[in-house]
């Protein structure tokens, strides 16, 4: 048989276990409640929450072949070929590219972000070479820019500068609004010709200086 003692000791065990139950349950609930009463007249009570929200910076470039916003990064580098026909070598007619992801030497080109302000340069190492010693500068490569169709950007992203001598050309992304930029443009390349040059394959797969590098940043 329980003593006295021991069943008051039991008691106060149970009372103890019974309150520290009573105070985990609005803990873990994370959550306010309140109970108001009164005799008569009308009542009042609330409960709040509070909420956050973390959104990451991001930034979003595409050139040519690649994917929409959040898909895979894609490490396909497009390839804008010119063949000058014989007849007119170096008269000033200008020569339409084959290549590109929208064909005839056009790209896709796509610019996101939520950080702010970006910086869009090209870059290039220096005149495009055939191997020889012969080089073609890149005043010789325009870009004219379109609205692009898919998808669908009403020519937000034109490309506003020329491809640069070498190094890094001026920063021509638009400003952000509200600190977003979500732009587009249809970039297409032609070959203007204006001088002879003596026979060869200028640039080429990433040789003779025959790529250029957009390269966007944000702070």
């Not at 039991?10 to 009463?37: F, G, K, N, W, Y």
């Not at 204006?194 to 025959?210: E, K, L």
Request: glycine content about 10%; proline content about 5%.
């Amino acid at each position: 048989m329980k003593t006295l003692n021991s069943m008051s000791k039991t008691a106060r065990i149970a009372t103890s276990v019974a309150a520290l139950v009573a105070l985990s349950v609005p803990m873990l609930a994370q959550a306010e409640s309140a109970t108001v009463s009164a005799a008569t007249g009308p009542l009042t009570t609330s409960a709040r929450l509070d909420f956050r929200i973390t959104v990451p910076k991001v930034l979003f470039l595409r050139v040519g072949t690649g994917g929409l916003y959040g898909a895979a990064a894609n490490t396909t580098v497009d390839l804008i070929d010119f063949t000058v026909p014989a007849a007119n070598l170096g008269d000033g007619t200008v020569v339409a590219g084959t290549g590109g992801d929208l064909g005839a030497g056009a790209v896709t080109a796509l610019l996101r972000s939520n950080a702010g302000n970006v910086t869009l340069t090209a870059n290039t190492l220096g005149a495009i070479g055939n191997g020889a010693g012969d080089t073609i500068p890149w005043t010789q490569i325009a870009v004219a820019s379109a609205n692009l169709a898919t998808p669908a950007f009403a020519n937000t992203l034109p490309h506003s500068v020329a491809l640069p001598a070498t190094g890094a050309s001026a920063n021509f992304a638009p400003a952000a609004v509200a600190k977003v930029t979500n732009v587009g443009s249809q970039w297409t390349y032609t070959y203007l010709n204006a001088a002879t040059v003596p026979a060869g394959t200028y640039g080429g797969i990433n040789t003779n200086n025959g790529r250029v590098t957009y390269t966007a940043s944000v702070l």
